[in-house]
Structure formats: C-alpha cells, structure tokens
C-alpha cells in the first residue's frame, strides 16, 4: 500500500491551483523462499525475499506478509532497513 502525501508551495492557495501529490519510494523484492505461518491466527506468511533494484541491491531480507503469496512474486517495499524476527522452533505454550 502507498501512502500519499500533500505539499503544499507557498503560503496561498490559488482556487485554480491544484495540489501537488508526492508518493514514497519503494523498491521491488522478488520471493525467494517462503519460511512458514506466522501471526496469532497464521495469517501472516515470512519469507525470504531479494531486493531488485534500489541502493540495497542483491540483499536479501526475511519479511512478513499478509495475504496471498508465492515463490517468484514481486514485492514493492516502502523499506529495506529491517527484517523479521525469524520463527523459532518451539509451538504454542513453550516458555
């Protein structure tokens, strides 16, 4: 999903003038590996994706994402500085 965001140039608004929209930047990541379910209900799927293109290229990430999702598929990243705890071993009530 991608945010908007409004600047505003200058102080005045003129009642012609339209706003300029300004998106963030992301970058593609295609889905390397898919690890497992995660989330309280599985609802979230981590894999291992590749950064594409950007100043990360080559890099490779471990993500959560909600909804569908396979091996191949292109992500758009809004950012590439953190990664997903990765999933432990031990299931439900361990401490």
Not at 64 to 78: F, H, K
Request: proline share 2%; with cysteine; aromatic share 2%.
């Amino acid at each position: 999903m991608v945010f908007k965001k409004m600047q505003r140039e200058g102080s005045r608004e003129e009642p012609g003038e339209k706003k300029k929209i300004v998106f963030s930047r992301a970058v593609q990541a295609k889905v390397e590996e898919i690890i497992g379910r995660t989330g309280t209900r599985g609802e979230v799927t981590q894999i291992r994706c590749k950064i594409i293109e950007g100043k990360d290229q080559n890099k490779i990430l471990r993500r959560n994402v909600r909804g569908p999702i396979q091996t191949g598929d292109i992500l758009m990243l809004r950012e590439t500085e953190i990664e997903a705890r990765a999933l432990t071993k031990a299931g439900r009530g361990s401490g």
